[in-house]
């Protein structure tokens, strides 16, 4: 399963510098220190030692998925710039979330809330996890705990992006409660909006 969430190049950035530029308006704020809780995981602020995790959701992505969020034929983000990124914007990465398997201790990805561009109470639910950690329920389980809490933290509605070709994450919003509510022809595919009320 791959990112629920492909951002759009804002001007003059790439890589992992575009999603920290992205973070919720007021709700980056408020998942400062956050930590949820669910059964079997564990999802909080990233730590540096964690940069090689997401280096390896950057090598991981599919070929299709636009190039701005892969890692580009420098080879950049590189581990230090991802290192720096986690560095200055801790304890949060722009919203997402480390989702930490409990019983092992080890990060396999992300989940959390991003700026959709429709104002601070409508933030897009965003997530991503490595290849060994698909297929276990974890996207979902993690997106209940962060759709938990961005309801109590007064959100009114989530957004939700997701290419049309991404079976799995698009299964995964359907189980969190997630509707259609458009769709883009893109050279890169078809993208489709989704949504949910709190």
Known sequence: MGAARVLLPLSGTRGLAHWK????????ARSRGVVLKTDRLLLRPWRVAEAAVQREMWSERDPRVPPHRRIDAD??????????????HEPSSAGLLAVERKAVGDAVGYCGLVDSGRGAHEPEL?????????????????SW?????????GYERL??????????SRRVLEKVGFTEADREDTIHGTNLTTTRLL
């Open 21 to 28: 530029c992205r973070a919720v308006t007021g709700g980056a």
């Open 75 to 88: 080879g950049r983000p590189s581990l230090a710039e991802l290192e720096g990124g986690i560095r200055a």
């Open 126 to 142: 965003a997530f991503e996890l490595l290849r060994r950690s698909r297929g276990q329920g974890y996207a979902t389980e993690a």
């Open 145 to 153: 705990a962060v759709l938990d809490w961005a309801r109590s933290s």
């Open 159 to 168: 957004w939700a992006s997701v290419w049309d070709w991404n079976t799995a």
